[in-house]
């Protein structure tokens, strides 16, 4: 069954759906965020996705332990949970005008939302579809809320083992979804191409029998190209007008110009799988006479020897086919021939 959001088809059948993720990259500007939305226009973006939460329902008001960031290596090392959402979230009364924005420029707009409330929220914008993210694939009610919309449903792989990514699969369907998508993801900001193992996503297609793509957080636009040529039909990337603004996500997005190559790589990726061919095509048969065959290299009397001095295989592929040149060697001639004759097959016999 082919996807549809918005009017626009998701599947093999068509060019990869875009989707660049705004997050916190706005920077708490309401007028950044619709620049935001202009360049991922611009630059040829299909969707623009934002996420819907506050602090306070993603988290509690807690210092301390686990509420703590204490990894020495992630991007926001450090920081306390509720801080750092409030800084990140976007207000909710700015989704309407980004939405608005989005459709007038003729980008689709939709949300992740992290809790019940935020669906009935989008709800209310008539969201067209909505996306899981990947540290709420185990949030099963929420995953049955969203689905329970019938709209489409975006569902990042993330952290999940196989076991959890069928609980939420089966909860989506039991609650009516009929239009999934998997994406691939690696939760780690930025993830390394080593670590993004792509060849999952073909696997994912065939245990779930749903569409399937990439949500990438690795830096540049190599490895979402190489996850088309596996199938992938929804990528998804962060997005920001320039890194060195800085931001909550702002170090692993991609630029304008990034995003718009990203657009046109992966369509070419799609468009280069074709299907399992040999021999010319329609296109390349004006090349065939470029091709290799035997001709006359020196002028030849009826009755002389084909030898590999009056003989080659040379371009251009007016004459006999070059795996006939071992069997005349040795042969007699039954005519005249001049240099730079091609020796035809049916002058030979």
């Known amino acids: 069954m082919s996807i549809e959001i918005a ?3 998701i599947g093999s059948k068509h060019p990869p759906f875009v989707i660049a993720e705004m997050s916190g990259n706005h920077n708490q500007s309401l007028e950044r965020a619709l620049e935001i939305v202009e360049a991922a226009a611009k630059a040829g973006a299909h969707a623009i996705k934002l996420q819907t939460y506050t602090a306070d329902t993603m988290t509690l008001d807690a210092r301390g332990g686990s509420f703590e960031v204490n990894d020495p290596n992630s991007l926001w090392s450090g920081q306390n949970l509720h801080d750092l959402y409030k800084k990140a979230y976007t207000p909710w009364e700015w989704h ?6 989005a459709h007038a420029l003729g980008l ?3 949300s992740s939302p992290f809790d019940e409330t935020a669906v009935d929220f989008l709800e ?3 969201a067209p579809a909505y996306k899981i993210a990947s540290f709420e694939n185990n949030h099963l009610p ?6 329970a919309t019938g709209k489409p449903l975006i569902i ?3 952290m999940a083992s196989l076991s959890e990514l069928e609980q939420a699969v089966n909860t989506a369907r039991g609650a009516g979804c009929k239009q999934i998508v998997l994406l691939k993801c690696t939760s ?3 993830a390394r191409p080593d670590n993004t193992n792509i060849r999952t996503i073909p696997h994912l297609r065939e245990l779930f029998h749903a569409e399937v793509g990439l949500s990438d957080h690795t830096m540049g636009i190599g490895v979402a190209v190489a996850s088309v040529a596996l199938g992938a039909t929804v990528i998804e990337k962060h997005f920001t007008l320039a890194r060195s603004d800085g931001g909550v996500d702002s170090a692993f997005s991609l630029e304008p110009k990034e995003l718009s190559s990203l657009v046109i790589e992966t369509e070419r990726a799609w468009q280069s799988l074709g299907e399992v061919r040999y021999g010319a095509t329609e296109t390349e048969r004006k090349s065939l006479i470029f091709r290799r065959s035997i001709y006359v290299t020196a002028d030849i009397k009826e009755g002389e020897i084909f030898t590999s001095e009056n003989l080659r295989i040379v371009r251009p592929g007016d004459g006999a086919s070059p795996h006939l040149y071992p069997q005349l060697l040795g042969r007699k001639a039954r005519q005249n021939y001049k240099c730079g004759t091609p020796l035809s097959l ?3 016999l």
């Open 124 to 126: 209310e914008l008539d």
């Open 96 to 101: 309407a005008p980004i939405m608005e924005h």
């Open 346 to 348: 049916d002058k030979l």
């Open 156 to 158: 990042s792989t993330g």
């Open 188 to 190: 780690t900001y930025p």
């Open 7 to 9: 009017g626009r088809f």
């Open 142 to 147: 929420l995953i049955e809320k969203a689905s």
């Open 108 to 110: 689709i707009c939709f």
